[in-house]
């Protein structure tokens, strides 16, 4: 058995140690979505150090803990804080909670994030539907010795974010009166923001919006045969675009603003998910 794998079962039998219920939708609450969770019925939580061998996120604004509850009448599990590659966790240590989460049930990841807007016309509060992604400047969650348990060696990547799970999000967007973006995501390492040099080729390579997270969990999912939904919050725009500095401090003030907003989008999506 490898490493990585019984890291991640002592993991599994630690969450099933403390807690008993199944989740539909595995939920990553990205900068600005953190208060998600006080949004539904909680019925338990579970704390990042209290599971053996999990990464625990070091980024100001993210919790540290597992929520369980419902989302109307769907189940959910809502990471209320993720763990970055820039943090200097291995890669398998980054998407270990998105594996975990599909141990305890989940067939849905919802990823959330915080991005750095690359196409023009893009403005800071906007959401944008990830149609697609970028992933090669990050290792592979995949890379060494394959784990045969989770899914084979070379799983397809040709449709990462599921089609109808779009469509959900479009339609939920519709309902609210939100405008929806809709766009490439290119995952960076971090944790520096990218140079005008680099937000150049990330636009002539296809990109829309750029960050430090997210790519590399949905690969890790769709290895393991969960659908993917994804959306970003244009919280900045990227170096180059943006005609001040670059800081964290801007990007929670934006994910704070639009919060409302987007939780109330999450909750829509999550209840017509519930319905498929």
């Known amino acids: 058995m490898s490493e990585v794998y019984e890291k991640l079962l002592k993991c599994y039998e630690c969450y099933k140690e403390r807690i008993d219920f199944t989740p539909k939708v595995a939920l990553v609450l990205g900068s600005g979505l953190g208060d998600f969770a006080e949004t539904i019925r909680v019925v338990d939580t579970l704390d990042y150090h209290d599971i053996e061998g999990f990464p625990v996120s070091t980024v100001p604004g993210h919790t540290g803990r597992f929520i369980f509850g419902y989302v109307g009448e769907v189940p959910v599990v809502c990471m209320q804080g993720r763990v970055h590659y820039y943090e200097g966790y291995e890669m398998s240590d980054v998407v270990l909670p998105a594996r975990l989460m599909k141990l305890m049930g989940a067939e849905v990841l919802f990823l959330t994030n915080a991005a750095g807007g690359v196409k023009q016309g893009f403005h800071a509060g906007d959401l944008m539907l990830i149609t697609g992604q970028i992933a090669s400047f990050i290792p592979s969650p995949l890379r060494g ?7 084979g060696r070379f799983p397809d990547m040709s449709q990462i974010y599921d089609l109808d799970l779009q469509r959900i999000v479009r339609k939920a967007a519709v309902t609210l009166g939100i405008d929806m973006k809709e766009g490439t995501y290119l995952q960076f390492s971090g944790p520096q923001y990218e140079s005008p040099q680099e ?7 296809g990109a829309d919006a750029v960050g430090m997270s997210t790519a590399c969990e ?3 999912a769709r290895h393991m045969g969960m659908k993917v939904v994804g959306i970003s919050c244009i919280s900045n725009l990227a170096c180059g675009i943006s005609p001040t500095p670059l800081s964290h401090k801007e990007v929670q003030e934006v994910a704070d603003e639009v919060a409302p907003k987007f939780q109330a989008l999450v909750t ?3 209840t017509q998910i519930g319905e498929m």
């Open 145 to 151: 010795a394959n784990i045969d348990e989770l899914g």
């Open 199 to 205: 937000v150049t080729m990330s636009r002539t390579l």
């Open 218 to 220: 949905a690969i890790a």
């Open 268 to 270: 829509e999506i999550i």
